[in-house]
Nanobody, 129 residues
Framework: QVQLVESGGGSVQAGGSLRLSCAAV???????????MAWFRQAPGKEREGVAG???????IYADSVKGRFTISKDNAKNTLYLQMNSLKPEDTAMYYC????????????????????WGQGTQVTVSS
């Protein structure tokens, strides 16, 4: 069984930064080498949105809304996924989730939530103007 645990959320003013972490507790050694990973977010009343994804070969893709501001990375030795968020805007306010997929995916599929079979519980990010 795979368990994903997010941390690092909080409240910041517009223009600020936060770094989210996602620790994987899994039975599989070197978890992040074997799985595609991504960050998603969902704001109240809105659909879930793929924010950033990284596949097993370290190909990275970002949503247009966060390009140039967010950076996804992973530390395979620590089984930890990160999302560095800079220049935050009020519209970035949402619950952020990390997700893992053991399926075969092309990079184009990294930001589609239906492709993921493991999810964390989420961490709240609130950006005030």
């Amino acid at each position: 069984q795979v368990q994903l645990v997010e941390s690092g959320g909080g409240s910041v003013q517009a223009g600020g930064s936060l770094r989210l972490s996602c620790a994987a507790v899994a039975y599989t050694y070197s978890f992040y080498i074997s799985y595609h990973m991504a960050w998603f977010r969902q704001a109240p009343g809105k659909e879930r949105e793929g924010v950033a994804g990284i596949d097993r070969d370290d190909t990275i893709i970002y949503a247009d809304s966060v390009k140039g501001r967010f950076t996804i990375s992973k530390d395979n030795a620590k089984n930890t996924l990160y999302l560095q968020m800079n220049s935050l805007k009020p519209e970035d306010t949402a619950m952020y989730y990390c997700a893992a997929s053991s399926r075969f995916l092309s990079p184009a599929g990294l930001l589609h939530g239906n492709n993921y079979n493991y999810w964390g519980q989420g961490t709240q990010v609130t950006v005030s103007s």
